[in-house]
């Protein structure tokens, strides 16, 4: 099994590090499953971030969510959440309206056709994870899932280490020194 990605990438030489072989792994297995739900939800013209913002909204309840929350809970970044809401709003799945307690802040919820939607979704969303990693066992599911949690914990907090260090590296501006 060694230099399989090496192989589907075309690459004739080495990767640099095992670490970069293994983001790259990562990233190509991440990009074929994501390929992979897009076919499952095709056919019902849901994209797999538009999915995600169903299942976000029906797990809110009626309390519905804050465009911010939606985007916090999301598993892939969208740099527009805005849009991708009014998209959907446009089809009938979810509704907007001002928050009674704050009316500064619009709240999104799942309407009955949302939801009727994501809950016809799940079997064939599940039988499609279901056949896609079928040959792991359950064991290695778990350890597949500690892996990659390990590694998001590490990587966030490299992240923040490496925010905070650019944070110090910038110059200070002196306030008193005027303008000419």
């Known amino acids: 099994m060694a230099n399989v990605l090496r192989r589907e990438l075309k690459q004739t030489k080495p990767f640099g590090s095992a670490q970069a072989e293994a983001y790259l792994n990562v990233l190509r297995t991440a990009e074929y499953l994501s390929r992979e739900l897009e076919k499952c939800l095709k056919p019902f013209g849901l994209t797999g971030t538009q999915y995600n913002v169903l299942r976000i909204l029906r797990g809110a309840g009626a309390e519905g969510l804050a465009c911010g929350e939606i985007a916090e809970r999301m598993i892939t970044h969208v740099p527009d959440v805005t849009r991708l809401l009014d998209r959907l709003e446009r089809k009938g799945w979810l509704a907007r309206g001002r928050d009674t307690g704050d009316r500064r802040v619009v709240v999104t919820r799942i309407t009955p056709r949302g939801r009727a939607l994501a809950d ?33 914990a590490g990587a966030e907090r490299s992240s923040a280490i490496n925010e905070q260090q650019r944070w110090k590296k910038r110059p200070v501006r002196d306030s008193s020194r005027s303008l000419p």
Not at 122 to 147: E, F
Request: charged fraction near 35%; aromatic fraction near 0%; charge should be positive.
């Open 120 to 152: 016809r979704l799940d079997a064939p969303v599940l039988a499609r994870h279901a056949s896609l990693l079928a040959h792991l066992k359950a064991r290695q599911l778990k350890d597949l899932i500690r892996v990659l949690e390990k590694i998001r």
